[in-house]
T-cell receptor, first 110, second 115 residues
Framework: GQQLNQSPQSMFIQEGEDVSMNCTSSSIFNTWLWYKQDPGEGPVLLIALYKAGELTSNGRLTAQFGITRKDSFLNISASIPSDVGIYFCAGLNTGNQFYFGTGTSLTVIP | EAGVTQFPSHSVIEKGQTVTLRCDPISGHDNLYWYRRVMGKEIKFLLHFVKESKQDESGMPNNRFLAERTGGTYSTLKVQPAELEDSGVYFC?????????????FGPGTRLTVL
């Protein structure tokens, strides 16, 4: 099956710092999605990207759909304690199948 | 509006036993998905229902896993007999329609531990 390589695996940052994480694949995706999972909860959609090159923001979050359609990144600016959680990228292929990354665990130190 | 609910939240069973997980999707959502995350790995697709029909079950690991959605409402995922490698978090998600523009809403997951 198609694999998404998500990095970094974990991050420990100080409150107020910016965060950057990314996903790469050897396969092309038509849609890239970024989810956040809070402890004890299921993943919640943060940002959806539908076109190569698209750059989309949602508050302090910004995500981009790579030009090659094989990668995407998510940036979080001015992190706050409630940003703690696991962030997953996901790609949707032409067969409407979702593939998720392995997750980036974010810890924000107040 | 209630979100996707899953029961139980945790289950600890011994190898060889049977476990049944339940998912109640958001009311009116015809599409229901099951996913699994083994610790530290990616969330993997298991199968997709449209109403009561299995649209795609290509992710089901083997025939020890049986998913049903009788009546097109709630769904169950039964593992029989459970093996050690079945441990992980099982997520259910639902959506109104299919494809990129139909957001999938996830439940909180069932954490299954097989000893």
């Amino acid at each position: 099956g198609q694999q998404l390589n998500q990095s970094p695996q974990s991050m420990f940052i100080q409150e107020g710092e910016d965060v950057s994480m990314n996903c790469t694949s050897s396969s092309i995706f038509n849609t890239w999605l970024w989810y956040k999972q809070d402890p004890g909860e299921g993943p919640v959609l943060l940002i959806a990207l539908y076109k190569a090159g698209e750059l989309t923001s949602n508050g302090r979050l910004t995500a981009q759909f790579g030009i090659t359609r094989k990668d995407s990144f998510l940036n979080i600016s001015a992190s706050i304690p409630s940003d703690v959680g696991i962030y997953f990228c996901a790609g949707l292929n032409t067969g409407n199948q979702f593939y998720f990354g392995t997750g980036t665990s974010l810890t924000v130190i107040p | 509006e209630a979100g996707v609910t899953q029961f139980p939240s945790h289950s600890v069973i011994e190898k060889g036993q049977t476990v049944t997980l339940r998912c109640d999707p958001i009311s009116g959502h015809d599409n229901l998905y099951w996913y699994r995350r083994v610790m530290g790995k990616e969330i993997k697709f298991l199968l997709h229902f449209v109403k009561e029909s299995k649209q795609d079950e290509s992710g089901m690991p083997n025939n020890r896993f049986l998913a049903e959605r009788t009546g097109g409402t709630y769904s169950t995922l039964k593992v029989q007999p459970a093996e050690l490698e079945d441990s992980g978090v099982y997520f259910c998600a639902s959506s109104i329609g299919q494809g990129a523009y139909n957001e999938q809403f996830f439940g909180p997951g069932t954490r299954l531990t097989v000893l």
